[in-house]
């Protein structure tokens, strides 16, 4: 795919130009579809050509807007990219389209990029580095990536934010309130202001790239020697607020192992369920941000994870209760989920009783209940998403009155992106037999699942199973 063409001119940082995009862009559209109808009802022969044509030109135009946007609107598109909500025609051919924002967004200028290093490291890019290429060779929602090498010889990927993206950022986190407010109105039960808060402090911990630097250590330590999962290594005194430096590695995209066959693809989604679920049960951390763009497949028996902006660390607490939810789903035993439910929140005096959400509740977690050989498709995304999506299934009305903590608001992002990614991979194993390591220590059934087990009792002799501690 051509790299776009980098955008003329600085993001738009304020509220109301940036309102005003989006504003611009959806009247814009409006008046093109009334020109299409018109064009249809002159040649009905036609409507279908007119209509398909009228969704390639505004999913173009809505990718070209979002990507000259970045930040969190850009971000949205992200998602949006790999969600499985429906599967319509006209919403698959926006999806595809929105899937070039995954990692290759229109980038900035080389000189953007220049200008915030010498005004974080207070010296040129040149001076800093013995080599910086201005040409970017990826683009994100708040940064963009250059090549680069070190005075010492290693060669690093030089993640530099865009200029204006922190104020970007700030205006879209002024929609957060009143799009909370709107939400309260279809989930009344939802506290406004934990959401809001939950969802800003998430976003601003992204601006800043010190603590995203942190973040990145952290798990490369905790991944160190690790068979198939790669964190690259990151040069602390080479980042900055707006800068991060870290091991180059090359790799190809997600997208590429769409095309991969079946046992590969297995093995792919195996990696990345254990690293997004092996990380939150041994660790109580998680990334929760898997979009597919965050991440580089080195061949086919190894990934790379390059994205640690939006990490969330879970209190004891909180881990037994999402522990205890799925035990309760596994063993049939809605006493017992109502009573986890209501530990976190979820469930109160003033909300359903657990029979008007439990098939609902199974059918979120269907992957892990079934103790055999389970496909993930775009089908089981979008069932298991139908009830908090569509006003036509059972359960919508009586999630509505369901209470969603803060925290709930991160896993849940992270735990649905995971399940859409799968999903696009169309991958089948024992999802509850590799879950079972995880929560019980249970021996591994599965190649990779034997490997990892010899890499963990290397390199975290002491972990113990959390349902042993229960």
Known sequence: MAREKAPKGPIPTGWMERGARLAGQTGLSAARFVGTRFKSFASPDRAQEYLEGFHEQTARQLVQMLGEMKGAAMKVGQLASFYELSDSGELQTYRDALTMLQNSAPPMDGSASRKVIEDEFGAPADE?????????????????????????????????QYPGVDEAVRADLKNVSALTKLAVAIAPNMDPSEVAREVKERVLEELDYKREASNQMRFHELYKGHPFIVIPRVYPDYCRTRVITQEFIEGESFLSALDWDKADRNRL???LFRFFYGSLNRFRLFSADPHPGNYLLLGKDKVAFLDFGLVRALDPGTHEHLLEIIQALIAGDKERERRALEGLGILTARTPEIDA?????VELNRPVLVDGDFTIDQAVVQKAAAAGFDPRSEAFQALRRLGVPGVMVTFNRMSFGVHSVLGRLEVTNNWQSIARELWEGAEPKTKLGRAEQRWLKKAHPDWEPPLASL
Request: a negative charge; zero cysteines.
């Open 128 to 160: 800093i580095f013995s080599n910086f290429e201005d040409e970017a060779v990826a683009s994100a929602s708040i940064g963009q990536v250059h090549r680069a090498e070190l005075k010492t010889g290693e060669k690093v990927a030089i993640k530099v």
């Open 269 to 271: 989604g195996e990696i």
């Open 357 to 361: 959400i439990w098939e609902h509740l």
